[in-house]
């Protein structure tokens, strides 16, 4: 648990303005056609991309998958000119009409970086969905100011909220902190009607201390040791 006077709980937990306000207080949904697909597999999906087009999914409660494309340029366009990092979109999409939707998962060729494929999950401004919200830290704590290290266990946070109400990231300001503390997601004071799902009262950051660190600095050199050893064998056989 986090040690803070009841004065200055708010600076020293979480910044709620830092996170959950706006600063046009509005969502932006951004534009983009899409086509209704009617082929499956491999084959049509590799010709479907040679010309241009991704293979793509929309999906959302009580609606029935529907298979669509999106042009490869609007796409990219569309990543460039996205201010946050949820990216909602005004989906056209021909013989159906336009559709609310957050683009959920983007899949990119390992090697090439080429989009694969784009799923799409419909959203109305009522309902609230499941978002990932990155976990940022403001300060440096006391903790690693007298020799330990901050380990941040989870990068990210699932948040459920409606739409509007999607904070831009997780500030957690460390300052307080002394070798051996922890901020665990019960921490988090919460503004509004946004919930942090859980079902265990899980760790979120934590101040190692030097011995911990010495720990993880060994295990780090082990492993290094041992890759490089892997390496040399691969190159004698």
Request: aromatic letters at 4%; one cysteine or more.
């Amino acid at each position: 648990m986090i040690r803070h006077n009841q004065a200055d709980a708010h600076h020293v937990r979480f910044h709620l303005h830092s996170v959950f306000v706006r600063e046009d207080l509005s969502l932006d949904f951004l534009n983009i056609n899409a086509t209704k697909r009617t082929t499956k597999g491999n084959g049509p999906a590799r010709a479907l991309r040679r010309e241009g087009q991704i293979p793509a999914v929309l999906y959302g409660p009580g609606n029935e998958p529907t298979s669509i494309t999106v042009d490869t340029h609007e796409l990219e366009t569309l990543l460039k000119s996205s201010r946050s990092g949820q990216i909602f979109v005004n989906l056209a999409i021909d013989s159906i009409g336009e559709r609310k939707a957050l683009l959920k998962e983007l899949q990119r060729h390992p090697v090439s970086g080429q989009f694969i494929h784009a799923d799409f999950y419909e959203v109305t401004m009522d309902r609230k969905i499941r978002v990932r919200v990155p976990v940022t830290t403001r300060g440096k704590s006391n903790g690693v100011e007298m020799g330990g290290m901050l380990q941040i266990i989870r990068r990210e946070l699932e948040v459920l909220c409606l739409p509007d109400d999607i904070p831009e990231v997780i500030e957690i300001d460390i300052t307080e902190l002394d070798m051996g503390e922890s901020v665990h997601v019960e921490d988090i004071p919460l503004e509004g009607d946004v919930e942090i799902p859980h079902e265990v009262n899980f760790t979120v950051l934590t101040i190692l201390s030097g011995r911990k660190v010495e720990e993880v600095v060994d295990e780090e050199g082990e492993e290094a040791v041992e890759e490089e050893t892997a390496e040399a064998e691969a190159e004698t056989e």
